[in-house]
């Protein structure tokens, strides 16, 4: 054999000490991430294992520490950033989403957290333009900033109080987007005039340019007056009494044409929406718009629970708002469920079993008994050729007493008009067996539901109330009995019982009396001397069984979320004529002017109250203050506000005030605008005390909180008699923040003011 070199030997040991120095180094790799990851360092961490991976690629272990980090680190971070995002934080999530994509590059929810907080600073930049538009009265505009939010965030809370706030200030109908140059004021008056010379007027007036079609006779004689008005309205009546219809070229200038299909057809600019629909069925949203549209341009994508549609501006807003009445969350309701079965069981079995029968058998001896007896043996017969045989004589002695109570309390969460099931038992197999003409058997299994059976659909009304149409079934097995082909089947006891109910929410019901009594006497006893009364338990036994059961149900509804009513411009607006979607220009209602207070009895109370500069929490807590006249005189009535500012998010505001009954009557208490911060939603109760107390409780709604200098409540006080210091003070607050974390708050001293 060829002899191994020196140079090849020494080359295997270097290779060899190079694969135990790279092993080693992968471990010690390991151990630091671990102990990185361990202190919360699980971007170093997650380097070194992979720099453990990639020395030793085939090790299981080190892969699997690589996904596990990977994975943990990342669900970790997207569920803190989610929170964040929810509590108002921004710059705190977007760091922790960039954090994620900085461990998992690939992971898309990361991403869409970082779109989302792009998407909402957007929001928040549309809403600010659009209050500023509608603090100028300017309509069109605040509407067109609001649009984009509301279709990419049709839960935006910011958006749904600025539409409110809208939908207040002008009539419920669809605006035409135009020019400022359009809503200037107008009064004019004309009779038996030319289009051409109306139009020119109009375009002196507004700077406005129109442009007619040929079919135009701008020569038609026409009337109008108008006093008071705007250039919008002038435009649109003028054209709706000369059956003309009106195109935006662009912000100055509008072509008008004949208002005829054939026109409509050439120059009715047409717009694609698309609706993703969350709660609602896009088939049925689909029907809706045809049917009350007349759009023949919808596609529904069922997969996408989305739909498509292709039609005019006015038709589009329409559908707008349809698909807001219709896409909201369904009613649910929790039914609690009581089910308790009782079984009472008496059993007595005493008494002597006596034997019943005496048998005779002939002993097989002689003759010719293997073979079988003849009749001519018969002859032979004799107490020595004769066996008999008797039944044994049993003592029986027993007694059972058993009560059995089994409860079951299921609680079923199901939506309006859904059907629920509950089934507390066993499902007993049935075979059944089929023969054919050929001889062939088969046999079939069938399982049948033996036990408790509930069956309830709830349907929820607006007042509360939840109907439930209850269906109960109790069944169990009686016997068993057994065919000809040695088939097993099943005799079932069966108790039914359907109702419908119709409850409170929280109201319980309770379903009772599906009885069932047997009592059952059986005896076996010598004839005649077992009948006798006491001697007769020695010459024979009896059993007595009786058994009872009771089923008793009980019902309770809780409500999750009721039918919501529909705002009043989503419930009732305008939707133009059978011909054209387009309706009337809106007109700004001019608020009603304040009242003139009577000068011996009132004195007047500002509406908004201007938050002092000075209010400044105390770090980490609330901070509360009053604001109202310090002086008056007797009869007369003040406001009172109380003012608030927070440095962290607060979501529920319990309070207790004392002010002095003998000088000051409070009138009434209403609510401020504190939580309702940023558009939020808020439940404010108050409640006054004979001995000189008011109780305020205040909760908002959602996953974000109210900080911002604002006003809790504002109490209207009376005076009564005179003081030299009529004193209100806020005897407790204790604010809620976020996750029902209590805040600390600072009472601050006694309002005083002088009654003369």
């Known amino acids: 054999m060829p002899r191994r070199t020196p140079a090849v030997s020494l080359l295997a040991l270097l290779v060899t000490g190079v694969l135990l120095l790279s092993g080693c180094a992968a471990r010690m790799a390991y151990r630091d991430g671990k102990a990185l990851v361990a ?123 600025l539409q409110q706030a809208i939908a207040d200030l002008v009539q419920p109908a669809p605006v035409t987007a135009l020019s400022k140059a359009y809503q200037k004021p ?59 219809e009106q195109h935006v070229l662009d912000a100055n200038t509008i072509l008008i044409y004949p208002n005829t299909a054939a026109k409509q057809r050439d120059y009715q600019e047409l717009m694609v929406r698309t609706f993703f629909l969350t709660n609602a069925d896009a088939k049925v949203v689909a029907n809706t718009l045809k049917t009350i549209l007349k759009s023949r341009d919808i596609v529904v994508d069922e997969k996408l629970n989305m739909l498509i549609l292709r039609d005019n501006p006015e038709a589009i807003r329409i559908a707008e ?41 002939p002993l097989p001896l002689g003759g010719s008994f293997g073979g079988g007896l003849t009749l001519q043996d018969l002859r032979n017969q004799n107490s020595n050729t004769l066996g008999a045989g008797i039944g044994p004589v049993t003592l029986k002695a027993r007694k059972e007493d058993a ?27 049935n075979i059944t067996t089929t023969a054919t003409s050929t001889g062939f058997v088969s046999e079939s299994i069938n399982y049948v539901d033996v036990g408790l059976t509930l069956n309830v659909e709830p349907t929820i009304y607006l007042d509360n109330d939840v109907a439930i149409k209850v269906q109960m079934e109790v069944s169990n097995i009686v016997s068993q009995l057994r065919t000809q082909s040695g ?65 008793v149900l009980s019902i309770t509804p809780h409500l999750i979320r009721n039918i919501q009513r529909p705002d009043a411009a989503l419930a009732e607006f305008r939707s133009g004529t059978d011909n054209s979607f387009r309706s009337r220009p809106d007109s700004i209602i001019a608020p009603s002017p304040a009242p003139v207070a009577n000068a011996r009895t009132t004195q007047a109370v500002p509406a908004v109250p201007a938050v002092p500069a000075d209010l400044v929490p105390p770090a980490g807590g609330v901070q509360v203050q009053w ?130």
């Open 39 to 161: 202190s919360d360092q699980v971007e170093l961490g997650l380097d070194k294992f992979q720099q453990a991976l990639a020395q030793d690629p085939g090790n299981p272990e080190y892969r699997q520490a690589v996904l596990q980090t990977r994975e943990r680190a990342a669900y970790t971070y997207l569920e803190l950033a989610d929170r964040q995002a929810a509590a108002g934080r921004k710059p705190e999530a977007d760091k922790l989403y960039q954090r994620v994509l900085a461990i998992d590059p690939a992971n898309e929810r990361a991403r869409t957290g970082l779109r989302t907080l792009d998407m909402q600073a957007r929001h928040a930049q549309a809403l600010t333009e659009a209050r500023a538009a509608l603090d100028k009265k300017d309509i069109a505009t605040a509407r067109a900033r609001l649009r984009p939010v509301l279709n990419e965030d049709p839960a935006n809370a910011g958006a749904l109080a």
């Open 186 to 244: 107008i009064s004019i008056e004309f009779k038996d005039v030319s289009l051409k010379q109306v139009f020119e007027v109009i375009a002196r007036t507004s700077g406005l340019n129109f442009l007619f079609d040929k079919d135009v006779r701008t020569d038609q004689k026409t009337s109008i007056f108008l006093k008071n008005s705007t250039i919008e309205s002038a435009v649109h009546f003028t054209l709706l009494t000369n059956q003309l």
């Open 321 to 361: 708002k349809l698909v807001a009445l219709h896409d909201v969350a369904e009613p649910e309701v929790m039914l609690e469920v009581e089910i308790l079965e009782v079984k009472r069981t008496r059993l007595l079995e005493l008494g002597i079993q006596w034997p019943n029968s005496l048998s005779l058998t």
């Open 403 to 429: 009560d059995a109570k089994l409860l079951a309390n299921p609680r079923i969460r199901t939506r309006n008009r859904e059907k629920a099931r509950i089934l507390i038992g066993e499902r007993v197999p």
């Open 487 to 551: 088939t097993v089947a099943y005799q079932i006891g069966t108790r039914t019982a359907s109702t419908v109910l119709r409850l409170k929410d929280g109201e319980t019901q309770v379903l009772a009396g599906l009885i069932n009594d047997e009592d059952r006497r059986s005896g076996n006893k010598v004839p005649g001397i077992g009948e006798l009364p006491i001697l007769g338990r020695l010459f024979g036994s009896g059993v007595d069984d009786s058994q009872k059961t009771e089923i």
């Open 627 to 756: 604001q109202g006249p310090t002086e008056l005189k007797v009869g007369e009535t003040f406001a009172l506000q109380l003012l608030m500012q927070s440095d962290q998010p607060v979501t529920s505001l319990p309070m207790a005030l004392s002010y002095d009954s003998a000088a000051l009557q409070v009138i009434s208490v209403g609510e401020g605008g504190f939580l309702k911060q940023g558009g939020g939603q808020a439940t404010f109760t108050s409640r006054i005390d004979a001995g000189g107390q008011i109780l305020l409780s205040g909760t908002r709604s959602g996953e974000s909180g109210a900080s911002a200098p604002g006003e809790v409540a504002t109490i209207t006080f009376k005076a009564l008699a005179a003081s030299p210091a009529a004193r209100v003070q806020l005897l407790t607050s204790a604010p809620v923040g976020l996750a029902g974390k209590a805040l600390p708050a600072a009472v601050g001293p006694a309002f005083q003011v002088l009654v003369k």
